[in-house]
């Protein structure tokens, strides 16, 4: 397996656009996470999915960010409109219940201009 | 909730020293727990886990962890470092009641000097 595959890997995007970045999970994972790192915040989970339902989004900053996940080996994060304090690393990880330990992928770092 | 303490911020040590990591968790249950490591400009990659059984855990790359379950506490351990490890370390807690969340703490960064 190829891993956490994220795309893009790098956005840079002017303050007002909407920005969506994607993840795919490992094959055969029923858990998905997005997390956000900032050197202020560290890493932070946003949402994550179980079976492609949102299970907790309680970590999602605000109505500007919504996460879908509408198959089993696809999910998006979308910003709408972007701030410059988006700026950030977003990672994917994904895990399984018959091994919970979390894989990431690469990340995308996006930049709001 | 549960949350996750790293007391150190920032560790600066020379090569051949030996590192100690310390994570302390808030959580009443029984709890997967997990260091991950971040190489610059890297992602997050598993060190080691502990699920249960031996409290004594051996990860990658010569590190180890010991789960003192009375302290709350998931310390991460390597006898010499290397250049190399210079990286972020993040302790992790998942409790078993929670389906596979994770919560982090807030990471260490070590730089070691050659």
């Known amino acids: 397996d190829a891993g956490v595959i994220q795309s893009p890997r790098h956005e840079v995007t002017e303050m007002g656009q909407e920005v969506t970045l994607r993840c795919k999970p490992i094959s055969g994972h029923d858990y998905l996470f997005w997390y956000r790192q900032t050197m202020m915040r560290g890493l932070e989970l946003l949402i994550y999915f179980n079976n492609n339902v949102p299970i907790d989004d309680s970590g999602m900053p605000e109505d500007r960010f919504s996460a879908k996940m509408p198959n089993a080996s696809f999910s998006t994060l979308k910003i709408q409109p972007s701030e410059p304090r988006d700026s950030a690393v977003y990672f994917c990880?994904?895990?399984?219940?018959?091994?919970?330990?979390?894989?990431f992928g690469q990340g995308t770092r996006l930049t709001v201009v | 909730a549960q949350s996750v303490s790293q007391h150190n911020h920032h560790v600066i040590l020379s090569e051949a020293a030996s590192l100690e990591l310390g994570c302390n968790y808030s959580?009443?249950?029984?709890?997967?727990l997990f260091w991950y490591v971040q190489y610059p400009g890297q992602h997050l990659q598993l060190l080691l886990k502990?699920?249960?059984?031996?409290?004594l855990v051996k990860g990658i790359k010569g590190f180890e962890a010991e789960f003192i379950k009375s302290k709350f506490s998931f310390n991460l351990r390597k006898p010499s470092v290397q250049w190399s490890d210079t990286a972020e370390y993040f302790c992790?807690?998942?409790?078993?009641?929670?389906?596979?969340?994770?919560?982090f703490g807030g990471g260490t960064r070590v730089l070691v000097k050659p």
């Open positions: 990880a994904s895990s399984s219940d018959r091994l919970p330990e979390a894989f």
């Open positions: 992790a807690v998942m409790p078993k009641a929670a389906g596979n969340k994770l919560t």
């Open positions: 959580y009443g249950g029984t709890v997967n």
């Open positions: 502990y699920f249960s059984g031996d409290p």
